[in-house]
């Protein structure tokens, strides 16, 4: 049986932390699940690490329920969640119909990227019986809008925003919260201001669970790795053993440390 929301809100309880990693196909969502993995992203960060994407904008609906069909085939315990691809919250009835589609191929749970103006699509999503992971701080699908893969709320007027988003989404009914390339003092406040588990990447140490791409874990990075990445392929001679070691560090709180974080 697969690890649920509610398993997730009890880990957060008891201060256990939650991992998480990506996979996009059934050999690799194998071995993760069969690693201790409690989620698994079917990511939108395909359109990169396996089409050779410049970002993720070019990965489509049909690419993510491929994906996710395969992951959900061969998983054995994880939740799976999947990401909504770039325009897929452009209106109400498309967003529905994505979150249908996705669901309807083995997603648990559906990833958007967005702030508060997200609130209403998840509200009417909760209604349906689709649970949403709501996505803070660097969001890829933004990359132009940002002006790069660049650190996010690093000025008091955007850190109060994220903060005040995250609030908005818990609110509104998002299940899970992942915050992506922030400075460690406003994880700090984000998870002081919200109640539902959050889920870090270059983030810092303080949130409730971990995610990477599984090929920066494993060290297959073309180009230098983000600040944030570990490879855990170091040390180890099988993949399933650096997906182990992953797994205890995060569980340990090992991983991420100081040389991993960002500071305002």
């Not at 697969?2 to 050999?27: F, H, M, P, V």
């Not at 967003?95 to 103006?117: N, P, R």
């Not at 400075?183 to 971990?210: N, R």
Request: some cysteine.
């Amino acid at each position: 049986m697969s690890i649920t929301i509610n398993d997730l809100r009890k880990l957060k309880a008891r201060k256990e932390k939650i991992a998480c990693l990506t996979a996009y196909d059934a050999t690799f969502a194998t071995m993760i699940s069969e690693a201790g993995i409690e989620v698994v992203l079917v990511g939108d960060s395909l359109g990169m690490v396996l089409q050779g994407q410049s970002s993720t904008l070019p990965v489509t609906i049909e690419h993510m329920i491929y994906h996710t069909q395969s992951v959900a085939r061969a998983n054995i315990s994880s939740l799976i969640m999947a990401d909504m691809p770039f325009m897929g919250c452009r209106s109400l009835d498309q967003c529905l119909d994505y979150s249908t589609s996705l669901m309807q191929a083995g997603a648990h749970m559906v990833k958007l990227e967005g702030g508060s103006w997200l609130s209403e699509m998840i509200q009417i999503l909760g209604r349906n019986g689709v649970p949403v992971c709501a996505h803070l701080g660097l969001t890829p699908q933004s990359v132009h809008k940002f002006g790069g893969f660049k650190v996010q709320g690093k000025e008091e007027k955007a850190a109060s925003e994220l903060i005040e988003d995250a609030k908005a989404l818990e609110q509104s009914g998002a299940a899970l919260l992942l915050v992506e390339c922030i400075p460690a003092p406003l994880t700090k406040k984000i998870m002081q201001a919200v109640s539902i588990p959050v889920i870090g990447i270059g983030c810092g140490p303080d949130t409730d669970g971990q995610i990477l791409v599984m090929h920066d874990a494993i060290g297959a990075v073309l180009g230098k790795p983000a600040k944030f990445v570990k490879n855990f392929m170091q040390g180890n001679t099988s993949i399933s053993a650096a997906f182990k070691d992953y797994v205890n560090e995060v569980k340990s709180g090992t991983y991420p440390g100081p040389e991993h974080s960002f500071k305002i």
